[in-house]
């Protein structure tokens, strides 16, 4: 599966972005889904995450509260929501995939995008 991400782009503090992420080239309803993030000089985190029938959701206390996962099987993309923006949300986003069921270490995804960069200015 190919993953192409948008939606990043520059937002002052306490605004909002949503991320997309459109996924072609396999069965997309196959894949748990999510989303990391890599500052400059940090290591890349796990963001959120949504299973494949988009009925359980997992979210990194760091966010909690503030962004919100989603998935369309239909139109083979899922959605990162994020209010409340913070200039510590400033990084790189990555949405991934995994086949089956999820687990959060990067190591274990099966394809990545191409990353889409998020600042929020204080």
């Known amino acids: 599966v190919q993953l192409q991400a948008s939606g990043g782009g520059l937002v002052q503090a306490g605004g909002s972005l949503r991320l997309s992420c459109a996924a072609s080239?396999?069965?997309?309803?196959?894949?748990?889904m999510g989303w990391f993030r890599q500052a400059p000089g940090k290591e890349r985190e796990f963001v959120a995450a949504i299973s494949w029938s988009g009925g359980r959701t997992e979210t990194a206390d760091i966010v909690k509260g503030r962004f919100t996962i989603s998935r369309d099987n239909n139109k083979n993309t899922v959605y990162l929501q994020m209010n409340s923006l913070k200039p510590e949300d400033t990084a790189v986003y990555y949405c991934a995939a995994r086949g089956g069921s999820w687990h959060p270490n990067p190591d274990a995804m099966d394809a990545w995008g191409q990353g889409t960069q998020v600042t929020v200015s204080s």
């Open positions: 080239g396999g069965t997309f309803s196959h894949y748990a």
